[in-house]
């Protein structure tokens, strides 16, 4: 009875995610950019829930719509920001970039589409248990060299920004 | 009536093409960024279709997923930290006028 439930879902998602990522292209205000990938971060956060795997939504929400955003909004904070100066190059061959997209968008649409769903079905219960003993027994090591990557980045973007003392 | 898993990967490619559309189109260079972490979050969409949907034996999309998290988030970090290095060299965020390095 409820069945038509989670596909109206998708529909709405789907809508809102492809609307907010072409406004984060077309948007003139950067500001607006900004929010509107917020925006799709969350639209995105929630296909994952609807995909069964709250965990990483979760991980969504906090690294992607909390912190990534905030640091683009920092980045703003601190350029200035003209009005948009438009690519040049891809507005005066509109008509030969149509000859070429629209094959290949074709061919992408078909392509994905013969991807079934696997006859076995999924097991119910959440992703928290796999996720975790796959990334704690199988992917410890490489668990530990992002660690370490965090760190480098941390460290460079620090001395990056850091202003000569003279 | 779950959703197939083709339409993940559809939306997936889609929001993947509209990253790629905006690092090509854009001159400023944190909405570069911007396009970038779009196109990896298309990734990490179709890698979660996968990993639930395809296979019914572990969680290792998911794993990745988790990975691409980390590497975005060094990416974007230090990414910001060379926009404002160089803003404060010469000025300006567009990419185009950025060309001191160039042959």
Do not use: C, H
């Amino acid at each position: 009875m409820y069945d038509f439930i989670e596909p109206a879902l998708f529909a709405a998602l789907t809508i809102a995610t492809i609307a907010s990522g072409a406004g984060v292209v077309l948007a003139n205000r950067i500001t607006t950019s900004a929010l509107l990938m917020a925006f799709t971060f969350l639209n995105v956060a929630a296909m994952f829930l609807l995909l069964g795997a709250e965990t990483v939504a979760m991980f969504q929400v906090l690294i992607y719509v909390g912190a990534i955003t905030v640091l683009i909004l920092y980045g703003v904070m601190f350029t200035p920001q003209s009005p948009r100066p438009y690519g040049l190059f891809f507005q005066t061959q509109k008509w030969w970039a149509a000859v070429f997209v629209v094959p290949i968008a074709i061919f992408v649409a078909l392509v994905s589409f013969t991807f079934k769903d696997s006859a076995t079905v999924a097991p119910r219960g959440g992703d928290l248990l796999p996720l975790a003993t796959s990334v704690f027994r199988d992917f410890a090591f490489p668990f530990e060299v992002a660690s370490v990557l965090l760190l480098a980045a941390m460290v460079g973007a620090i001395v990056l920004v850091k202003r000569d003392e003279e | 009536m779950a959703v197939p898993l083709g339409a993940f990967i559809a939306v997936s490619a889609v929001l993947f093409f509209i990253g790629t559309a905006g690092v090509l189109v854009r001159r400023n260079a944190v909405v570069i960024l911007m396009s970038v972490e779009l196109m990896l979050n298309a990734t990490n969409l179709a890698l979660v279709a996968f990993s639930r949907r395809y296979s019914s034996i572990d969680e290792r999309g998911s794993v990745f997923v988790v990975f691409i998290f980390v590497v975005a988030a060094a990416e974007v970090a230090v990414g910001l930290a060379i926009v404002l290095s160089a803003y404060r060299n010469k000025p300006t965020v567009d990419v185009d006028e950025i060309k001191q390095m160039r042959g």
